[in-house]
């Protein structure tokens, strides 16, 4: 029997988009608790660099070489991940994008702005979660958390593709929940706030080329701006907070917690 503390040893989890940012430190906290953790991502100079760091603090890690827009590549990330640990507990989707390339220079999202978006942001949750399912299914056991973003709580002009993708992976993420509740496995979704990652430094880099308010600051005052007028704990978030909330649902003490959607955005968006 499972003992409903926040202990991960032998335990695996994938987390996708584990290289930089926000999935860094979910990978850093899921780690830290002892588990697994494949980091699933395109980039595996930065993937190894976190792989490195688990390894250094005494965890387990493997890169896998991982497009989550695709299909037989989710699949492969299954397989590699049962052949390297021989079993699979918890799946973050976390890989996502602000647009096609160059997006943060079009004052007006293009066609492959939309399309990246949702092959990334959507159906790489759904690709995914299809391809641990059935195996979580037969063990009667797992936890799902899919990142999306207190940008996909509330529909605004500007920066709609981003946002119109991450209100429906919370959608996705409520009928995973639905499907796979009968067979003792939790989905659930983090919406994180301001955190300033690469994919941010981009969202700023747009901000700062289509918003005349903000052409004379740097991408980071912008960031900054925004912390300060919207964020009423006054403090941006981290990759931390993030990775602690996660590592919450992933674990046995959130047993009756599914199909929710949790603010990590320090008050700025209260349900």
């Known amino acids: 029997m499972r003992k409903h503390i926040m202990d991960f040893k032998n335990r695996t989890a994938i987390v996708t988009g584990g290289a930089r940012g926000i999935g ?6 899921l780690a830290g608790r002892g588990a697994n953790v494949i980091i699933a991502d395109l980039d595996e100079e930065s993937a190894q660099r976190v792989v490195n760091e688990i390894k250094s603090g005494g965890s387990r890690s493997y890169f896998c070489e991982t497009d989550v827009t695709q299909q037989w590549s989710t699949d492969q990330m299954v397989e590699a991940t049962l052949e390297e640990y021989g079993n699979l ?7 996502g994008v602000g647009g096609a390339p160059g997006f943060a ?8 702005d939309w399309q990246q978006t949702f092959d990334v942001n959507v159906f790489g949750i759904v690709n995914c979660s299809q391809s641990v399912e059935n195996y979580m299914i037969d063990q009667s056991y797992g936890k799902i958390v899919n990142i999306s973003s207190i940008a996909g709580r509330v529909g605004r002009s500007g920066f ?3 946002a119109a993708s991450k209100a429906a992976a919370i959608n996705v993420s409520q009928a995973w929940a639905f499907k796979l509740a009968p067979f003792g496995i939790n ?3 983090v919406c994180p706030g301001l955190i300033w990652t690469p994919l941010w430094e981009s969202i700023a880099e747009w901000r700062k080329s289509t918003e005349e308010q903000n052409a004379e600051l740097s991408p980071r005052q912008i960031f900054q701006r925004a912390v300060s007028e919207s964020v009423p704990l006054g403090r941006e978030q981290t990759p931390e907070d993030v990775g602690n909330v996660v590592a919450f649902l992933a674990s046995d003490r959130a047993r009756s917690i599914t199909g929710q959607a949790i603010n990590v955005d320090g008050g700025v968006r209260m349900n």
């Open 160 to 162: 709609a593709t981003y």
């Open 89 to 95: 507990d918890v799946l973050v989707n976390n890989a």
């Open 24 to 29: 860094r430190g979910i990978a850093l906290a």
């Open 187 to 189: 989905v659930n979704t």
């Open 105 to 112: 220079n079009r004052k007006i999202p293009n066609v492959e």
